[in-house]
Nanobody, 125 residues
Framework: EVQLVESGGGLVQRGGSLRLSCLVSVFNFDDYAIGWFRQAPGKEREGVSC????????YYSDSVKGRFTTSSDNDKKMVYLHMTSLKPEDTAVYYCAAEWGITTAQCMANEFDYWGQGTQVTVSS
């Protein structure tokens, strides 16, 4: 069974930074791709970043490229989303997700079977 728990959301002003954390409880962590997704009210769930801890390969959506960075601590089975230069349009519930064996090019919500509960990020103007 795969379990994911996000933490680190909150309220931040425009231009600020936040770090989200995702604890992934799975035996073979290195075999999984970990995705960060977000969903704003009335919008579809968007793939923000997908990361393979085994080789460090990472995909970023155009909307966050250059502002967000994903990293992992493989010993702790933790994946982090470092968010900088935050904008009000980054406001959403952020989810981490895991899927076995896929590549970072498959950074779409329907490719992932395992999801965390989500954490709210609100960026004020």
């Amino acid at each position: 069974e795969v379990q994911l728990v996000e933490s680190g959301g909150g309220l931040v002003q425009r231009g600020g930074s936040l770090r989200l954390s995702c604890l992934v409880s799975v035996f073979n962590f290195d075999d999984y791709a970990i995705g960060w997704f977000r969903q704003a009210p009335g919008k579809e769930r968007e793939g923000v970043s997908c990361h393979r801890p085994s080789d460090g390969s990472t995909y970023y959506s155009d909307s966050v490229k250059g502002r967000f960075t994903t990293s992992s601590d493989n010993d702790k089975k933790m994946v982090y989303l470092h968010m900088t230069s935050l904008k009000p349009e980054d406001t959403a519930v952020y989810y981490c997700a895991a899927e076995w064996g896929i590549t970072t090019a498959q950074c779409m919500a329907n490719e992932f079977d395992y999801w965390g509960q989500g954490t709210q990020v609100t960026v004020s103007s």
